[in-house]
Every structure is written in structure tokens, then in C-alpha cells.
């Protein structure tokens, strides 16, 4: 898969005010001082409608937040894949806590990825959905507790289901790189994250809505070296 390397650190940018616009561009470029500084692999998931402008003014993996199963055609407001390749995105997130999805509707995505050679990082909300999830041969999984979501109380402070979920996802298909987010915001959830096995992390808010931002993610890029 072009340009996307492990560990990695995946910054979703949601609908976050800070992320809108030419904070988006702002925030992406950021991204990719820290990844080029250090030689780490970070990828940004800016908002859909300026995935075209960022994915041209930056040098690092851009993902889109969502993409939607259908075909081309009479659909009114969906993702079209093939439009979101278009625009310079080289994956998606699928799946994702706040835009779930349909198990049947997942499969076809990642079908449809896979053969396009679209990076796909689907989320899963505990340890059973990710073994499902493992199944449909997504690039990576991301297991990500809901009730940790945007609490800055990382994911790692459940060091157990984290490393049973990572076991869980090899143990059904090795091919996919097992990934955890929820509440990381400090360079310690990421250091504990690697050390517990995941290829990397998915954050948002500890990013997007950090005072120095880039300090944060320097602190970040330096746990996951
Ligand atoms: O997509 C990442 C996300 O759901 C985690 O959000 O704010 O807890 O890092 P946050």
C-alpha cells in the first residue's frame, strides 16, 4: 500500500472547529513537518470537502473520515470510493464510531478497496466486533472504545482488552494491522499502545484541540521511535 507505513499515527480530524478550512491545511501541514522531521508514518483524516485541497498541499498519507458501499449512480450525498480516490485520499476510515455502518456494507468497502488498492482502517467498538471485523481483510482495525472517545482517558488504561483485541485480530487474519485509539493524548498512550502491540495509533482531540499541537505530536512521533 503507497506511502502508508507502520507504526503509524492516524489524526482524525472530525468536525472540529479547529480542524475546519485553512485550519484543516494548517493542522495537515503540521502533520507533515513531524512526520518528515522524525521519519515517522502519520496520516491526517481532514474533513471531507477539503480532503482535495490538502491531499495537494501535503506530502503524507490523507485519509477521508468515511467512504459509503454504494456504486456510481442515483445516490444522493454518499462517498462515492471512486470520488474520494479523485481527490488525492489514499484510504479511509470505515466504520468509525460516530458514522457506523452495516456489517454487509463494510464487506463491500473493503472489497472494493482492496481491489482499487485503497487503504482502509476499519473501527471496531470492542473485542468481539473486531474479530468480525478481522475477518473482511481491511488493511487495519482499530478498536476503539466508544465510551473513551474524546475523554483524553486513553484506550491503554485497559491494557488487558487492549492486548487481547490485538490477539484476537492476528489469531483471525494476520494480514491485518491491529491499530487502538480513544482518549490517546499524550506521548505515554502511544508508547503504551506500541508496547502492548498495536501498529499504531488513531487520535483526535489530543491533537486537534492541543495548545501547541505540534509539540504534542512531536512528543508523540518521538514514543512511537
Ligand atoms: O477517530 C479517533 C477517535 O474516535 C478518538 O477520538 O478524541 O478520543 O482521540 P479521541
Redesign the pocket.
Known sequence: MARIAYPII?L?F?NYDQTVGKKGLYLSKIAEEVAKELSVSIAV?PQTVDLRKIAEEVDIPVLA?HVDANDSGSFTGNNLLQAIIETGAVGS?VN???HRLKLSDIERIVNKANSLDFFTCV?SNNLQTSKAIAALNPVAC?M?PPE?????VSVTTQPDLVKDTIKAITDINHNVQPLV?????TNQDVLEAIQLGAKGV????????AKDPKEVLLRMAEAIL
Request: one cysteine or more; aromatic letters at 4%; charged letters at 15%.
Open positions: 492516524i482524525n472530525k483524516c473520515q476510515l468509525h464510531s460516530e473501527c482499530a476503539e473513551l472517545i474524546g475523554s483524553g485509539g480513544a482518549g490517546v493524548s488513531l487520535l483526535a482531540s489530543g491533537f486537534v484541540k
